[in-house]
């Protein structure tokens, strides 16, 4: 203990009499580090938002819709193909057992007025009464609407929260009022709960309206993504499955002809995404391993001068009892010490760095206590590895030659 | 007949190459407890290396080495270091004091490897410094001092475990001779108290402090008288 010490002292000694070239010396370190910390904090930061927000689409629900969500560059191919229409979802409904269920969306941007108040920009969106179930937005006040509104084309709408708050003093009572949307008067029936953004766009800012009161409007031949849900998650396959086969059917399609529609889920998104930092995490192993490497070839290096520098000072040592093992460890803390300052240094770079990213670009970045264990584990390791063979030759002087030496 | 230190066909060859140096030859020899020994010799005569062999800093090249009546010369790494440490204390013609390092923490050090506490540390170290006559140079770091106040430090870190022996390799070899004599002072008060001391030494008037003169020639002892 008095030892350890002792030992901390000359390492502050040796190392501040040569600062600059220990700083150069911890450069590998440094940047093994900042990569290291840097893309752990950003993957970490990615994983934890994209999981939520992939999870707000809902973990259980099919997506039906005429573009894949991850395109592989053919997108001359995907516009050829035939938009989706009430036709398709009519067919799930009819030919899927194990769908709960079968969700038509469309959207629109447009105005809305009410009295004298205008919003612009506003999603309108057509879809039927089974929307609150598949994605989880309930009425706040009112009601949704229902099948048989749905059905007569009835105009009435639900607000998103946020339309509510725009359009209308705080308190006051929306229901039975009439609003206009692009020009058509609809009653107002129900408001949804606040809901929050998905990859930064806001599902309060919108207008539901049945679906076809919609196509009334905008006409019938608009592109639909259709949700489909199972009775339980279990089914989700089964249910793709039995898509696939209605969807081929209605679009009568050959056997030897691919699929003209995709059938999306965050599972695909999730997969995708894992990809990517897959890749990311492996070019920062990469990245990180080679400036290790340098860094623990660097400290090395410098240890073995110092060593020679300091050989007479180890010959003293030695003639007024210090142990082979005494001047070891006394070598190997010096190494430590300049490996941590540069971990030190490189992990404030690195949550600098990421902190920095995420400020500037819309990637989020968490500050990971992970990250900086990792780092610190694996470039001490480095560092002892590349400072035994220094501080071995140190411990194995002579001491009669040590003293000696000039 | 119980000798504190009794060499025994002692033989110290080196070997440069095709070249090799005896640099000491059969050498029997024996010191007892409380002596105060001078050894001189001419350049190369083989004094260093006797000194290096007696205080465990090197080992003999073939002979047996008895301390106390036990053979050192079978010591593990391990043991050596801690006879250093504990029963040895080296003088040096240069000092040998660490570089950037205060007088106290410089005799500090042996108890370090002694593993004594601090607070033992801190007491006996500024006890062998008051000693010596430095309690006023105990945050000096060498640069700082006189060749005398240096050689002073390297005393008290010298005697700060109580060795058994004090080795001094020409101790003043580096002073003018008003601070020779002031350090041979220091070094027969340490003799006083009972210690006994080796040193090496060129100076007739040097070696005429000890109680017993050895000569070295050529790895040999030339002469060994005893005065007083
Ligand atoms: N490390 C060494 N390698 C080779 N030869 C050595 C070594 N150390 C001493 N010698 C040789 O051994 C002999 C005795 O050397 P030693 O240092 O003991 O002499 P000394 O009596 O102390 O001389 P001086 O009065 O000059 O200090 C000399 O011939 C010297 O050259
Ligand atoms: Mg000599």
Redesign the pocket.
Known sequence: MYFLIESLRTAYYSLSKHRLRAILTTLGIVIGITTIITIVSLIDGLKKTVTGEFSQLGTNVLYVSKYPWISHGKWYVYRKRKAITMEEVNAIQERCPSAAYVVPIVDAYTEVKYGSRKLEAIEITGTNEFYPQVNGAYPEQGRFFSASEVNHKQRVCVLGWGVYNNLFDHGEDPLGKWIRVSGIKVRIIGVLQKRGSVFGESRDNMVLVPIDTFQKHYGRRINITIQVMPYNPEQLEQLEDETVIALRQVRRLHSWEEDDFSINSQDVLLQEFKRTTKALFAAMVAISALSLLVGGIGIMNIMLISVTERTREIGIRKAIGAKRGHILLQFLIEVLILCWVGCLIGASLGFGLAGFISAVTPLPSAISVKAGFLGLIFSSSVALFFGIYPAGKAANLNP??AL?YE | MNHLIELSKINRI?K?GELS?H?LRDFDFTIDEGEYLAIM??????????LNILGLLDQPTSGDYFFNGQNVTTFTESRLANFRNQQVGFIFQTFNLLPRTNALHNVELPLIYGRKPLSLRKKLAREALDAVGLSDRLHHKPNELSGGQRQRVAIARAIVNEPQIILA??PTGNLDSKTGAEIMEIIDNIHHKGNTVVL?T?EEYIAEHANRIVT?LD?RIKSDTRLK
Request: glycine content about 18%.
């Open positions: 009669i030659e000696h | 080196y440069l140096v640099a010799g001419p350049s190369g005569s083989g004094k260093s290396t006797l390799d020409e090496i060129h070295l790895g």
